[in-house]
């Protein structure tokens, strides 16, 4: 939560960092993937942020992150 906090604030390295810690020490959660996601959407990185999420989907089948893909990849 702290992570999308800083988003909102335009902290943005500062929410990169604690999205990428959780990353770090949470490698098997798809919801820490799914966030770094959202991040990246935030940044407008189509790119990494698909990457994100379907390693995400990987982990966990998620309605919500399938969505974001799908919509990503159909514009």
Known sequence: MMGYG?????ENDKAFALFNM???????????FDSMGNYYLSQ???TKAV???NKSLAISD???????????KSK
Request: net charge positive; glycine share 0%.
């Open 6 to 10: 800083f988003m909102s604030y335009q």
């Open 22 to 32: 959780n990353l770090q020490n949470y490698s098997k959660s798809a919801n820490v």
């Open 44 to 46: 407008t990185d189509t």
């Open 51 to 53: 990457e994100c999420f």
């Open 62 to 72: 998620n309605q919500m992150t399938k969505e974001k893909v799908n919509k990503l």
